[in-house]
Every structure is written in C-alpha cells, then in structure tokens.
C-alpha cells in the first residue's frame, strides 16, 4: 500500500502487508516499509513461517504540480468588486483571505491576494496578484445655467472622459438647454468607472428696458448727460 505517485522533489512511501517473516524489494531493501523518489516499478517478495513466499508489485511515478493561477481583473471602481478564480485543477484552494477556501472569492478591497493549492497527492502551487481600486470620477459642468427669456444655455462636461451621456439620452459633450431644471451628466473615464454630477439650471426674466433720460439737445461747445435706471448689471453705449 501507498501513494503510487510523489510531488517532484518529494518522496512516497510502500508499504507491504503485515504478518510475514520476511520482505525483500527488488530494490535490495529487506523492511516492510521503503521510501522512494525514483520513478519506476517496485516489487515486494514476502516469506511467511512455512518458507512460502510470494510478490507483488507497484508502479511508482511522480506527478505534476498543480497550477496556480488567478484569473480575474486585477482593477475595480469604487463601490463595485470583481470576482478572482484560482482554477479547476487542485483538489484545495487557501486564499490569503481568512476562511477562504472556495475555488473563487469576491473581492472589494484593494491589496496583494494570494493563493496555494493543493492536488490529491499533496503536491502545492502559489500565486499571487496585486488588486487596485479607482475613484469614480465627479465630471464638473461647465456653462450658465441660467436660461433668459427664449435663450437657451449651452451646458458642457469638462473634458478627458471616453463617453458622456445626460440625463435627456443625449450622448455629447455638450448640451443645449432649453428648459428650466435638473440636468444630469453621466461618464465614463479611461479606467472604465462611471460618474455624475448634476446642475439646476433656472429661468431669469428679462429686465424691461427703461428709457433714455436726459436732454437730447445741448448749445454748442457744451454737454449733455443721457442715463438710465440704475438696475442693470452692466451697460454698453
């Protein structure tokens, strides 16, 4: 009895049945009991208390290492996790994570995981892989959000991002706004987490424009003042 196979740089042990006087294997060894990490095919001859003997024999030979490796992205956004795999070729799996030891684990922290696996004659593997977290991205919203009278506004996300959308289903840059109201920027940014960021945009009337005062006539070689209410933020003759 034994494992009939042995991880590279290991060893197994045969081991034959009890109860007899003698054993003798065809390696020269005359316990019951050898050890061995040569491949190749062992026989025992066993000699009871009657001088009967017979053999038996195994074939011994070294295994393959299991495989470790993780699959899985090695990134996620902020607020999301990804799934690692370590594979279908072990038997165990021991991940760096206390009391992990599926095939798979759900990660949403950043940092280095590890993994050992085991297969069926004890033979060990290990990976590893460095897990990294992005920020979700707050675009910033450029434009007047103010509309006067009919006038609409025009509303643009900063630049830098691989994709826009707002809130209407319209998928520029930029964004005419015609409305009054809450105007939503969707994006997604080169490491392929989304954001958003909102501006109101609000209705301003027009001020009514006042007339002209002042005289409109003056005698040569003197002036004349022309105003109008102080109620505007800004004047242009």
């Known amino acids: ?24 294997w065809s390696n020269g060894i005359s316990s019951q009991l050898i050890a061995t990490s040569v491949e190749g095919t062992y026989s025992v001859t066993v000699t009871d208390s009657d001088g009967c003997f017979a053999t038996d024999s195994v074939e011994v030979a070294a295994v393959d290492v299991p495989v470790a ?6 990134t996620f956004c902020t607020g999301n996790s990804i799934v690692l795999d370590g594979g279908n070729e072990a038997t165990t ?5 206390l009391g992990e030891i599926g095939q798979t684990i ?9 993994l050992t ?10 990976d590893d892989i460095l897990i990294m977290e992005y920020p979700n991205p ?4 450029e434009g007047i959000p103010l509309i006067c009278s ?11 991002f691989e994709s826009y959308e707002w809130s209407g289903g319209s998928l520029t840059q930029s964004l005419d706004v015609q409305l009054p109201g809450w105007y939503t920027l969707t994006v997604v940014d080169s490491n392929n987490c989304q954001g958003q960021n909102s501006l109101m945009v609000e209705v301003v009337n027009q001020a009514a424009f006042s007339d002209i005062n002042g005289s409109v006539a003056f005698c040569e070689g003197e002036t004349t003042t022309l105003s109008i209410d ?3 933020t800004s004047f242009l003759w």
């Open 93 to 97: 799996y021991d991940w760096s994570v």
């Open 230 to 232: 102080d109620v505007f």
């Open 138 to 141: 707050i675009p910033q919203i």
């Open 106 to 114: 759900d990660v949403n922290t950043p940092g280095t995981y590890s």
């Open 117 to 126: 696996v085991t297969n069926s004659f004890g033979c060990e593997a290990s």
């Open 1 to 24: 009895s034994g494992e009939l196979g042995f991880c590279p740089d290991n060893s197994t042990a045969l081991i034959a049945s009890s109860g007899f006087n003698s054993y003798l």
């Open 150 to 160: 009919n006038n609409p506004t025009i509303l643009r996300g900063e630049d830098g």
């Open 69 to 74: 490796m993780i699959n899985g992205d090695s």
